[in-house]
């Protein structure tokens, strides 16, 4: 489904990502591990074609299209979705407006706005999101768990066939955790791929991660299954500062 090979990355005039290989088939779910600052999060930006990060070097291909020649909205087209880090409010827009925005952006068809209504309030009662929060400005005064909550809303909206989720467990609690977890699990099957940047072992018991890769000064330096993750949660990095 996906196959990122030598990529280099520029953000400003700084090289991020140097010489990163990572190949995800369908129906996998890829684990991405990395201290602070590794360039996790330009790694995510760079599959969906964020103007700030230049690739210099490398290749992003795609179902067997290089994607680095796509505009952003065509990536999004071709089924890839990206849940921020740290996402954005966007006052004046409302979740269900723009959901259904996006919806009809990506797929090209036209929604009908009772039926869509119905289905999201009914995704809404599973993430445990008041169903009140359709009606308010995106993300505007929503608290950090509600935000990444609203991330996952937009995941089982779009139903894309590649998700990346960057760190959207982090700053929740363990309720929190699991109620995102549980969207992901709703969301993953056969026929679609996850790939998961997040700090916590925690996601292991609700999901059943396949690879787990360690980003290391530019490059993933180590990948395994499920168990490097585990590892990492128990001995942190320092380890592979030596490996590689
Ligand atoms: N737009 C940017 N301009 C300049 N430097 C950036 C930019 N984005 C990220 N960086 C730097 O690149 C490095 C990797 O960042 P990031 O990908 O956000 O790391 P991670 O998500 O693994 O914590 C950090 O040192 C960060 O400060
Ligand atoms: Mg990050």
Same mark, same amino acid.
């Given at each position: 489904?996906?196959?990122?090979?030598?990529?280099?990355?520029?953000?400003?005039?700084?090289?991020?990502?140097?010489?990163?290989?990572?190949?995800?088939?369908?129906?996998?779910?890829?684990?991405?591990?990395?201290?602070?600052?590794?360039?996790?999060? !330009?790694? @995510?930006?760079?599959? *969906?074609?964020?103007?700030?990060?230049?690739?210099?070097?490398? !290749?992003?291909?795609?179902?067997?299209?290089?994607?680095?020649?796509?505009?952003?909205?065509?990536?999004?087209?071709?089924?890839?979705?990206?849940?921020?880090?740290?996402?954005?409010?966007?006052?004046?827009?409302?979740?269900? +407006? @723009?959901?259904?925005?996006?919806?009809?952006?990506?797929?090209?068809?036209?929604?009908?706005?009772?039926?869509?209504?119905?289905?999201? *309030?009914?995704? @809404?009662?599973?993430?445990?999101?008041?169903?009140?929060?359709?009606?308010?400005? @995106?993300?505007?005064?929503?608290?950090?768990?509600?935000?990444?909550?609203?991330?996952?809303?937009?995941?089982?909206?779009?139903?894309?066939?590649?998700?990346?989720?960057?760190?959207?467990?982090?700053?929740?609690?363990?309720?929190?955790?699991?109620?995102?977890?549980?969207?992901?699990?709703?969301?993953?099957?056969?026929?679609?791929?996850?790939?998961?940047?997040?700090?916590?072992?925690?996601?292991?018991?609700?999901?059943?991660?396949?690879?787990?890769?360690?980003?290391? +000064?530019?490059?993933?330096?180590?990948?395994?299954?499920?168990?490097?993750?585990?590892?990492?949660?128990?001995?942190?990095?320092?380890?592979?500062?030596?490996?590689?």
């Amino acid at each position: 489904m996906l196959k990122i090979n030598n990529l280099h990355v520029c953000a400003g005039e700084k090289e991020i990502l140097r010489g990163l290989n990572l190949e995800v088939s369908t129906g996998e779910i890829h684990v991405v591990l990395g201290a602070n600052g590794a360039g996790k999060s !330009t790694l @995510m930006n760079a599959i *969906l074609g964020h103007p700030k990060y230049e690739i210099t070097e490398g !290749t992003i291909y795609f179902e067997g299209e290089d994607l680095t020649k796509l505009k952003t909205y065509e990536r999004a087209r071709r089924g890839i979705f990206l849940s921020f880090q740290n996402p954005e409010e966007i006052p004046g827009i409302t979740v269900e +407006n @723009m959901l259904r925005t996006s919806k009809q952006a990506i797929t090209g068809d036209k929604i009908k706005i009772l039926q869509f209504h119905k289905e999201l *309030l009914k995704l @809404m009662e599973e993430l445990q999101i008041n169903p009140e929060y359709a009606g308010r400005y @995106m993300n505007v005064g929503f608290s950090g768990g509600e935000k990444k909550r609203n991330e996952i809303l937009q995941l089982l909206t779009l139903n894309p066939k590649l998700a990346l989720l960057d760190e959207t467990d982090s700053g929740l609690d363990v309720d929190a955790v699991q109620i995102v977890s549980s969207g992901v699990a709703k969301f993953h099957n056969e026929n679609n791929s996850c790939i998961i940047i997040t700090h916590n072992a925690q996601i292991l018991k609700h999901l059943p991660v396949t690879h787990a890769h360690i980003l290391l +000064n530019g490059r993933i330096v180590k990948s395994g299954g499920a168990e490097l993750v585990s590892e990492v949660a128990e001995h942190g990095y320092s380890q592979f500062e030596v490996e590689s």
